[in-house]
């Protein structure tokens, strides 16, 4: 069975508690680049290409469990009983 076809029939439970902590690592990471980054005192902007590239890979991981979870919750809807 695919990855895909498997994060979408997880319960509900355990997938919000996987994208909750995918979005918590990531808005984590991002606060550690940050405080780093505030500690030096904003120096290095010439080093900005590869944080944006970080950024970048941060934004699509939030994407793809805000959509994830959109998907599961559609198909929750699609399957419940009227």
Not at 31 to 42: C, D, E, K, Q, V
Not at 67 to 77: E, I, M, P, Q, R
Request: proline share 1%; hydrophobic share 50%.
């Amino acid at each position: 069975m695919s990855l895909t076809l498997r994060l979408i029939n997880m319960d509900e439970g355990s997938l919000f508690f996987l994208l909750l902590t995918v979005l918590t690592g990531c808005l984590a990471h991002g606060a550690s680049l940050t405080l780093a980054w505030a500690r030096s005192g904003f120096s290095g902007l010439q080093h900005a290409n590869k944080l944006i590239a970080a950024v970048h890979f941060l934004g699509v991981a939030a994407t793809a469990s805000f959509g994830l979870l959109s998907v599961h919750t559609l198909k929750k809807a699609r399957s419940s009983p009227s």
